[in-house]
């Protein structure tokens, strides 16, 4: 299984950002999608995971800005970042749960600045 993220890209402090994820597979054989983000000199965070059944999770500070949304007939998932802060600021990977193994995608960075 690949995952390919994409999106990334430099946006300002309240604007809007879509990352997308694309999987080489049926997402919905993919129980869990996920993105994490690693900013410099931190570690690797989860910001959001959608189930194949559509339930979402959002870290606390995430909420209400950030978005989740799946496309089987794309096998895409996609993380709608919206007002997004200069605490945004990081490289954005998705990894996908099949079957008790993980897969991971490379990273997409995001730089939020004016």
């Known amino acids: 299984v690949q995952l390919q993220a994409s999106g990334g890209g430099l946006v300002q402090p309240g604007g809007s950002l879509r990352l997308s994820c694309a999987a080489s597979t049926n997402i919905d054989r993919i129980s869990i999608m996920s993105w994490y983000r690693q900013a410099p000199g931190k570690e690797r965070e989860l910001v959001a995971l959608i189930s194949n059944l559509g339930s979402t999770e959002f870290v606390d500070s995430v909420k209400g800005r950030f978005t989740l949304a799946r496309d089987s007939a794309k096998n895409t998932v996609y993380l709608q970042m919206n007002s997004p802060k200069p605490e945004d600021t990081a490289v954005y990977f998705c990894?996908?749960?099949?079957?008790?193994?993980?897969?991971w995608g490379q990273g997409t960075l995001v730089t939020v600045s004016s």
């Open positions: 990894n996908g749960l099949i079957n008790a193994r993980v897969y």
